[in-house]
Nanobody, 126 residues
Framework: QVQLVESGGGLVQAGGSLRLSCAAS????????MGWFRQAPGKEREFLAT???????YYADSVKGRFTISRDNAQNTVYLQMNSLKPEDTAVYYC????????????????????WGQGTQVTVSS
């Protein structure tokens, strides 16, 4: 059973930075894409970024240039470095693991993911 555990959320002022981590266990981490999503109160879940098994990355326009996704296959961990944070970035952030081995396309839709973390709260104050 795949397990994902996020950490690194918290309260930060606008313009600040946070780094989220997501530790994975339960299968060979390096063979699957990983992604980050968020959900703000009253809003739908939003795709943020994904990193393929190959290391290629893709970002939503809303975070491109501010957020960076990376993976450390030796540590079975995926990261989301968030810079220049804005109050509208306030949400619960989730990491997710793709359900498909060596998917060839970027995993930008939540339905592509079979496993989710418990979420970590990020609050950006103005």
């Amino acid at each position: 059973q795949v397990q994902l555990v996020e950490s690194g959320g918290g309260l930060v002022q606008a313009g600040g930075s946070l780094r989220l981590s997501c530790a994975a266990s339960g299968r060979t981490f390096s063979n699957y894409a990983m992604g980050w999503f968020r959900q703000a109160p009253g809003k739908e879940r939003e795709f943020l970024a994904t990193v393929k098994w190959s290391g290629s990355t893709y970002y939503a326009d809303s975070v491109k240039g501010r957020f960076t996704i990376s993976r450390d296959n030796a540590q079975n961990t995926v990261y989301l470095q968030m810079n220049s944070l804005k109050p509208e970035d306030t949400a619960v952030y989730y990491c997710a693991a793709d359900r498909t081995y060596h998917r060839s396309v970027f995993s930008t839709n939540g339905s592509m993911y079979g496993y989710w973390g418990q979420g970590t709260q990020v609050t950006v104050s103005s």
